[in-house]
Each structure stands twice: as structure tokens, then as C-alpha cells.
């Protein structure tokens, strides 16, 4: 396996992509370029967990991706809509040197959870919006991923937001403005140029209301987006893999599961 650490700005160390990327085995004939995932942890926009960022990464290696986990901007340190330009100039980058990692661009997922979910999403739903090509020289349809991946996003900033995350997302005068709060309340975002969804969340979620991802679904079926929802019925905030390998020592024999099912939702895309 291979690792970089890919610096988004010059003179900052706390924007970064890392890579995961599996080399190819000279005895094997056929083409090895691997899907690639995007992988956007979450953290309330406050900081970037680690219990979301590498161990999805090792996850999705082992099942044929090549993997790429963002640090992107957090700590008020800039505000909406930095983070997703990072996310847009990660997949310019992704396009750029897709034969150097090996990946097939026309493949590329992203994957977020709880407000990288909330990251995930608004790049699944402004992918081509204007005010990204202001500022970053690349193709449009290059920005767009093939499929998004959505781990109890945050998604409104609505009746059932969480407003931590929203907090953290646009800062100062912009929190209270009621125009920019609607901007980022993504079931008002999709389109029908919105991705395809694979999502999932717990009903007992008690820091992201489950409303979150209802609310999504509702706006991708009324937009006929295809997607797939895994709902649970029991399991807290912040999963990740649901197992021990992230500190989760409750035993969830369903919600493990939902990384295969993801991987099936991306082989048939």
C-alpha cells in the first residue's frame, strides 16, 4: 500500500488529502485501475474524527477501492463554501493523476458521515453550480462522482438540524441569516442533477435526528434520484463501522453490514 499526504494549500498543515492506494501486482493480466472513494469524516465542522477517516479507508482497500480520506477546513477557520471547494479540488486532483492511483476517474465515490455527510451531500447536490468554477479550473462533469454515500448525515438545517454543525458551517452574520440556512439545508439542494444516494442511519440517533435522512429521501424520490436507505432500528451517533475495530463494544449484528451493502450499491452503478 501506498500513502501520500497531499497538502490543499500552500502554508497550511490542516487541510490535506490522504491517500490509500493498493499497487498493482505485476503477475496479474488484466487492468488494475480500482474504483476510488472519497472519504469525508465527520466531526460537527469542529474537527475531523479519525474514527471516520482510515478505518472506512482500510475497509474499502480491502474490497477492490483505492481510498482517499480528506482533512478538510474545520475550527471556524474559514467558512461555507470552503469545504466544499476542498471537496471539488480533491476531485480535480482525483481526474488529474487517476493512472498515477491507479483508479478508473469515470468510478470515483465520495462517502461522508454526520457532517461530512453534510459535506458529502452538498457536493452530491452543488457539484455543478457556478460559484465552484469561479474559483477552481476544471470540468464540470469531472466534480461529478458517480455515487454518493451518506453515513447519518447531517442534512437540514430545519426543525431537526443540528445546529453545532450548522453553527460551525457558516459562522458569525451568516448563522442567522435565514437565506444562507436554507442554502445549506441540502433536502432543499437536490435536483435531478443530484448523484445517486446509498444512505443509511439509526432511528435512535440522538445528536442527528433520523428526520435528516427522511427528509433527503423524500427530496431524491420527488426528484426520481435513484437511491438506496438502510434504516436501524437501534444505535447511537457516530457509528462509523459499528464495530470494535472504532470502540463501538455494543453488538450490532445488522449495522456492520452496511459497508458490503454499500459496496454492492457501487458495483451496479
Request: include cysteine.
Amino acid at each position: 500500500m501506498k500513502t501520500e499526504k497531499i497538502y490543499l494549500y500552500e502554508g497550511r498543515d490542516d487541510v490535506f488529502l490522504t491517500t490509500y492506494i493498493a499497487e498493482p501486482f505485476e503477475s496479474l493480466p488484466y487492468n488494475q485501475k480500482r474504483k476510488a472513494i472519497l472519504i469525508f469524516p465527520g466531526g460537527a465542522y469542529w474537527y475531523v474524527s479519525p474514527r471516520e477517516g482510515e478505518p472506512i479507508a482500510f475497509n474499502f482497500l480491502a474490497k477492490g477501492f483505492n481510498a482517499f480520506v480528506l482533512d478538510y477546513t474545520v475550527k471556524g477557520k474559514d467558512r461555507f463554501p470552503a469545504q466544499l471547494l476542498e471537496a471539488s479540488m480533491c476531485m480535480k486532483l482525483l481526474h488529474e493523476r487517476a493512472e498515477e492511483f491507479h483508479i478508473d476517474p469515470d468510478y470515483i465515490f465520495t462517502i461522508g458521515f454526520s457532517a461530512g455527510g453534510h459535506l458529502c451531500a452538498s457536493h452530491g447536490t452543488m457539484w455543478n453550480k457556478d460559484f465552484i468554477y469561479n474559483k477552481i479550473d476544471m470540468p464540470r462533469e469531472n466534480n461529478r462522482p458517480r455515487g454518493m454515500i451518506l453515513g447519518y448525515p447531517v442534512i437540514t438545517s430545519g426543525e431537526y438540524s443540528h445546529e453545532g454543525s450548522i453553527k460551525n458551517l457558516l459562522g458569525g452574520e451568516n448563522y442567522a441569516k435565514p437565506e444562507m440556512r436554507e442554502f445549506v439545508s441540502l433536502e432543499k439542494a437536490v435536483s435531478e442533477e443530484t448523484v445517486p444516494t446509498f444512505i443509511w442511519h439509526t432511528v435512535t440517533d440522538n445528536a442527528v435526528p433520523i428526520q435528516n435522512s427522511l427528509l433527503f429521501m423524500s427530496s431524491l424520490a420527488y426528484n426520481h434520484i435513484p437511491f438506496e436507505a438502510h434504516l436501524y432500528p437501534e444505535g447511537g451517533h457516530g457509528l462509523s463501522l459499528a464495530d470494535k475495530t472504532v470502540g463501538i463494544n455494543s453488538i450490532y449484528h445488522a449495522i456492520p453490514g452496511w459497508i458490503d451493502l454499500a459496496i454492492k450499491w457501487a458495483d451496479n452503478l
